[in-house]
């Protein structure tokens, strides 16, 4: 079963894509801040990363930069899920080498299981 | 008395005075001349004293010795200034002289042989001889005369002497009188001259010292002159000039107080400086900001120099420089955002100018609170961009989901109805929150906008690919009619453009109910047009107006708006981007009934600068001809959200 790390702080939307990910066949693990993320990410080696942009502790980001500096990690697939819109940060995380950069309120869950799922 | 008079008494005391010295001289003159008279003339002893003696004395007896010599004595006696008296003979022999008087004699001495050139010539002449002599250093007439008697017989001659010591007393007495009488009339006249002079001169001395302490700065003199000549009126109009001026300068002072007072309760700094970087004022808000050790009422401009703000500047700004380049350039200068100390601030600089710049005004406006309340609002519109999407998004996305995975479970039709429901009012929701951030991020020109160059022809299809199930449910065709020949690509942001694209043609379907959309283009110069001509409704010339407005919907009565089509702010947003593309977007042409013809221009991707864009669209677009619609029936075209 592929692994997939789910690193976001809204409980809510946690707790969705948890679902998504479990109905699409993942053995998901969640993380609610960039620091658990980043040890976690460590610590199970999943096969594929989500993070959101605004959290405490270490925003996505960060922990985009940090997933890609460290060697055992870096080569997990990893995507950003937020809302933040702004092509700034856009920019930003395709640069730091995100996969992809999905806008959370444009697209329905299925269509963003829909994107990721083949990264894996 | 006037000062006229004065001058007049003085110029008549002169001239009296000239006139007396000159008198003086005259009679000094003719004093001297006076005994040239007695010399020359003396009439008194030629002509009275000489007969008389030669009648008295001139006949000598020898018999009557004692007798002569009482007459001798007698006639001395009558005339004190004969001092010697003699008688010769024709022998040339003295036969009597006063020095025998002395001795009592009772007769004469014997003859006395003389040898006296004039007493020869006199014998010799029988003519009276006089002369002037000098003995022990005093003066006399001699007189030597013959005595011839009644028989006109020479008998002998007499000599004597005139003393002359009285007659020079009595004239040196008169010269002397004369000397004192000048030199004190000298005297005399110096001081009245100098007292008239005083009288003129002394006001006119006061009212210069007056002056010049007036010079000095000291208003407060005052000319003490009571005269009523001209110096008087003159002290008196200077006076009231020096009240006048003091009113002024008091003014002034006055003027200048409340102004520094203005100046001083500005909360934007103020600095003045002369050409030379001198500080000339500088309030309180400027001392605070820059000059914080010399915010004190104590201060002095001494204390808070152009090198003290620099320093305090340092690393910040070069002030300085900005002064110097603005006296050069004659030219206000302004720096926007200077950050110091935690702050910032905007300064402007301004030259002062009259004939040439003679300094500069420096205002230092402290902007802290403008950008900390700018950020607020970004932050505002980041946060809730965040905060509402957030929510939003776990909302549709559970109903999206229970929709799909757990269909079979929800049997219930109202309950399928309801979910459907939040399913649909989240996406509604969300895409007004969407509109509402696009907004304001365009008000505030923080959109970004990519440029791309890219194909617009492709950028309609896939809008077209997206509204066919939505066409195709109210059985609307949706056309592209391809350009007759490739179209040069365009310079933009495709997304925007896509964003624009699905807005119009969005709306195009949702207020058409026959017919269909055709979507054309025209290729331009300097840019490409994209049109989107539906069969709808039509739009009235009002709502014409109205349209790309804010909050605003093709319909005039607020209450009937249609608010469950969205938020009057679609084409409101698709105008702030075409324009922030260097594009437009407008109405080509509309009919109630027939149908609207909306058109987008987007410049092409030509090899000038991309800020020669904006221009473009600004100056060279000029609406073409227009295609006719397809004939079919319009339907109105009302604002909506994107989604």
Request: aromatic share 8%; glycine share 6%.
């Amino acid at each position: 079963m592929k692994k997939v790390l789910l690193v976001e702080d809204d409980e809510y939307m946690l707790r969705m894509y948890q679902k998504l990910f479990t109905y699409g066949g993942f053995a998901v693990t969640a993380a609610t801040d960039g620091v658990e993320g980043l040890k976690k990410a460590k610590e199970i080696k999943p096969d594929l990363i989500i993070l959101d942009v605004m959290m405490p502790k270490m925003n996505g980001l960060e922990l985009l930069a940090k997933i890609k500096k460290d060697k055992t990690i870096k080569h997990i697939p990893t995507v950003m899920l937020t809302n933040l819109s702004m092509e700034k940060e856009i920019d930003d995380a395709l640069t730091h080498g995100a996969s992809l950069y999905i806008i959370k309120n444009e697209h329905e869950p299925q269509k963003v299981f829909e994107m990721v799922k083949d990264l894996v | 008395v006037s000062l006229k008079n004065k001058f007049s008494l003085l110029i008549v005391f002169i001239v009296f005075s000239i006139l007396l010295v000159v008198c003086s001289v005259l009679a000094y003159r003719s004093i001297s001349g006076l005994e040239t008279d007695l010399r020359e003339k003396d009439t008194l002893i030629s002509e009275n004293l000489l007969p008389k003696l030669l009648g008295d004395l001139g006949d000598y007896y020898t018999y009557q010795y004692q007798r002569y010599v009482s007459s001798v004595e007698k006639a001395l006696e009558e005339n004190p200034d004969i001092t010697y008296f003699r008688i010769i003979n024709a022998q040339n022999e003295v036969i009597f002289e006063t020095s025998e008087i002395k001795e009592g004699k009772t007769s004469g001495n014997p003859p006395k042989k003389i040898d006296d050139p004039k007493i020869k010539e006199v014998i010799q002449t029988k003519q009276p001889y006089q002369d002037i002599i000098v003995v022990d250093n005093e003066r006399y007439i001699r007189v030597i005369a013959p005595y011839i008697d009644n028989f006109d017989v020479f008998r002998n001659l007499i000599e004597f002497h005139f003393s002359l010591k009285a007659v020079e007393k009595a004239i040196g007495e008169i010269v002397l009188f004369f000397l004192i009488f000048l030199v004190a009339f000298t005297i005399i006249g110096l001081t009245v001259a100098a007292f008239f002079s005083g009288l003129i001169t002394k006001p006119l001395t006061e009212l210069t010292a007056v002056a010049s302490k007036i010079a000095g700065g000291d208003l407060s003199q005052k000319a003490n002159i009571l005269t009523s000549d001209e110096v008087g009126s003159l002290a008196g109009a200077f006076n009231q000039m020096v009240t006048t001026l003091k009113q002024k300068i008091d003014q002034l002072h006055y003027e200048h107080i409340k102004l520094e007072a203005s100046i001083n309760s500005l909360s934007v700094g103020f600095i003045m400086v002369d050409r030379n970087n001198n500080i000339m004022t500088i309030n309180h808000a400027a001392r605070q900001t820059l000059c914080a050790s010399a915010d004190s009422p104590l201060a002095t401009l001494k204390d808070c120099t152009l090198t003290h703000i620099e320093d305090e500047l340092q690393g910040v700004v070069n002030l300085r420089a900005f002064i110097n380049q603005c006296f050069e350039q004659k030219k206000a200068i302004t720096i926007r955002e200077v950050k110091f100390q935690n702050r910032y601030m905007k300064i402007f600089i301004t030259p002062i100018v009259t004939i040439g710049v003679i300094g500069a005004v420096i205002l230092i406006d402290d902007i802290t609170e403008a950008k900390v309340m700018e950020r607020a609002k970004e932050e505002f519109f980041s946060i809730a961009s965040h905060e509402l999407r957030t929510p939003l998004t776990a909302i549709r996305g559970n109903t999206s989901m229970i929709q799909q995975f757990y269909s079979d479970k929800i049997t219930d039709p109202e309950l399928k109805e309801m979910i459907g429901d939040i399913h649909e009012s989240s996406i509604r929701l969300i895409a007004i929150v969407n509109d509402f951030l696009d907004t304001s991020r365009l008000e505030m020109g923080k959109m970004e906008f990519k440029k791309e160059q890219f194909d617009v022809v492709k950028v309609a299809e896939n809008t077209i690919k997206e509204y066919m199930t939505t066409g195709s449910m109210k059985k609307l065709y949706l056309k592209l009619e391809p350009p007759a020949a490739p179209l040069s690509p365009v310079l933009g942001d495709q997304n925007k453009l896509k964003q624009v694209m699905v807005n119009i043609v969005g709306n195009a379907i949702k207020f058409t109910e026959t017919g269909g959309i055709t979507v054309k283009f025209a290729s331009y110069d300097k840019f490409i047009k994209i049109f989107i001509v539906d069969t709808g409704r039509g739009i009235s010339k009002e709502s014409q107006n109205l349209l790309f407005r804010k909050f605003q919907q093709a319909q005039d009565n607020i209450l009937t708006r249609d608010t469950t089509k969205g938020t009057g702010l679609g084409l409101y947003i698709s105008r702030l981007i075409m324009n922030g593309m260097g594009g437009q977007i407008k109405i080509e042409s509309s009919e109630l009934g027939k149908g609207t013809t909306f058109s987008i221009s987007i410049p092409v991707a030509i090899a000038e600068p991309p800020t020669t864009t904006t221009q473009t669209q600004q100056g060279a677009i000029v609406p073409p001809a227009v295609p006719p619609a397809a004939p079919q029936p319009a339907n109105p075209i009302k604002t909506s959200d994107t989604t």
